[in-house]
């Protein structure tokens, strides 16, 4: 097996990327969105790299995969007696890993490497890539005005009406010598774009300079899989932002938010009857379930989505042979 790469973050990203790692091991690679990062209490807190972390490590909650197993609050608690702030519940083995990067960033360190030596620490073999070491940050433009990502959702949750979205920083951004190196491997096999909100999750990584024309030139296929199941978003406001913003909540508005990207993408049972209109609109479509409850169905899906990569390469291979 070549090298897979996916992109992503959230829990759906991190549920697909634990399957994906239980096929390829160390040939998996997962850049990850960054652009939620925030500071807390001088912390710089990145919420899907430590998501991602967590799942690959075997070690996340199972009903709170943002979060290690066991986890307690006893700091937390102490901090609120304090007076000190209640919107972030940082938990006490969470609260570990937090220490180390900020000592590591404090020397200069790039999170990249700080990342990738986590992994290391972690018994976890795959790469976990940050989308970049350079800042991006998602804001949220709503009815109430604009905001930071971690405003919008930890404040407000999620109330305001969504206009737009933009991602500072990310013009200016430049992708890791890591990034590239695993977009450019020789061996790529698939690129694989994991069930996330398009908006916050994916938009960020695909807005960071030269993503977008690295994806594109590569020959392996590139993929996606819907978050949106039956006109409703399995976990998180994808669904509710989407009607926000003007488009309709359906698999199909998923792929045309990667239009020009991808080649093709999964879509749940439940959606079967969007299929021939997505063929329709130059996707590849795969049918397969993609609601992910337990480890087995992270590596069912995982398992049909890199079977549906080896055949949408093989009728490229094909058409252009013809």
């Not at 932002?241 to 309709?248: A, F, Q």
Request: charged share 25%; hydrophobic share 45%; glycine share 10%.
């Amino acid at each position: 097996m070549g090298t897979v790469v996916a992109l992503g973050g959230q829990l759906g990203g991190a549920k697909l990327a634990e399957g994906l790692y239980r096929l390829c091991g160390r040939d998996l690679a997962v850049i990850v969105n960054t652009g939620d990062d925030f500071e807390y209490l001088g912390l710089q807190l990145s919420p899907d790299v430590d998501t991602m972390l967590y799942a690959l490590a075997g070690i996340a909650d199972a009903s709170k995969g943002w979060e290690p197993a066991g986890e307690s609050f006893a700091c937390h608690g102490m901090l609120t007696r304090l007076g000190g702030p209640v919107d972030v519940p940082l938990g006490d083995r969470a609260l570990a890993l937090q220490l180390l990067r900020a000592e590591a960033l404090r020397a200069e360190r790039a999170p990249t490497a700080i990342t990738l030596e986590l992994c290391q620490r972690l018994g976890i073999e795959a790469r976990v890539l940050p989308m970049s070491n350079d800042p991006v940050r998602t804001i949220v433009n709503t009815e109430s005005g604009a905001m930071s990502f971690q405003d919008y959702f930890m404040e407000l949750r999620c109330e305001p009406a969504v206009r737009s979205f933009q991602y500072g920083g990310a013009d200016g951004a430049r992708l890791s010598d890591e990034v590239l190196d695993a977009l450019h491997a020789r061996d790529l096999e698939a690129v694989v774009l994991c069930p996330c909100n398009p908006y916050h999750t994916m938009q960020p990584i695909l807005a960071v300079n030269g993503m977008r024309e690295a994806l594109r030139k590569r020959g392996a296929p590139v993929v996606a899989v819907s978050p949106i199941v039956g006109g409703r978003a399995l976990q998180g406001s994808a669904a509710k932002m989407m009607h926000e913003l003007g488009r309709e909540a359906s698999a199909r508005a998923v792929a045309m938010e990667y239009y020009k990207l991808i080649d093709g993408i999964v879509i749940d049972s439940a959606d079967e009857s969007l299929a021939e209109g997505i063929r329709a609109s130059g996707f590849e479509v795969l049918v397969a379930p993609t609601y992910m409850r337990n480890s087995d169905d992270r590596l069912k899906l995982a398992r049909a989505v890199l079977e549906f990569a080896r055949a949408v390469r093989l009728r490229k291979e094909v058409a252009a042979d013809a």
